[in-house]
């Protein structure tokens, strides 16, 4: 029976699934909420919230319409809607964000498009300055 006990009975927490993709492959749309504590990379397009617990890769045809929360981002596509990343947000040369932006850090790479506000803030305080993002109307003096 030691060979089925090889973990010595640890068990491994949800937050911790490191090892996990997902992946929206290109020519796939979904519609609707998506959720994961594993890692996602979008090449197709999803409209509606995402939520992820780890890592979150936008690929260049990537096309997200709603708004996004996870701890790291890597954006090549496109996204309308407010992001809140608690960690580090990177837009690459083809990336598009029209909404706001609130993160730990930011790297916009030559290229990148964004169109929004941005805040950079502590991990403790991004999920306030997400919530009050995402209430706020367009302001029409910019």
Known sequence: MAMFQGNSGKKES????????????????????????????????????????????IGNTGKVLGNIESEFATVAGHIKGNVVVKQV??????????????????????????NGRCTMNSNSTAAAAASSASGRTEDKEK
């Not at 290109?26 to 990379?41: A, E, F, P, V, Y």
Request: net charge negative; no cysteine.
């Open 14 to 57: 949800p937050a911790s699934s490191q090892g996990i993709l997902n992946i929206i492959g290109q020519g796939t749309k979904l519609t609707g909420d998506l959720s994961s504590n594993g890692d996602i990379r979008i090449d197709g397009a999803i409209e509606g919230q995402i939520k992820v617990t780890q890592r979150l890769v």
């Open 89 to 114: 947000l990177e837009l690459k040369p083809s990336a598009r964000i029209d909404g706001d932006i609130v993160a730990g850090k930011v790297i916009i790479e030559a290229g990148a498009q964004f």
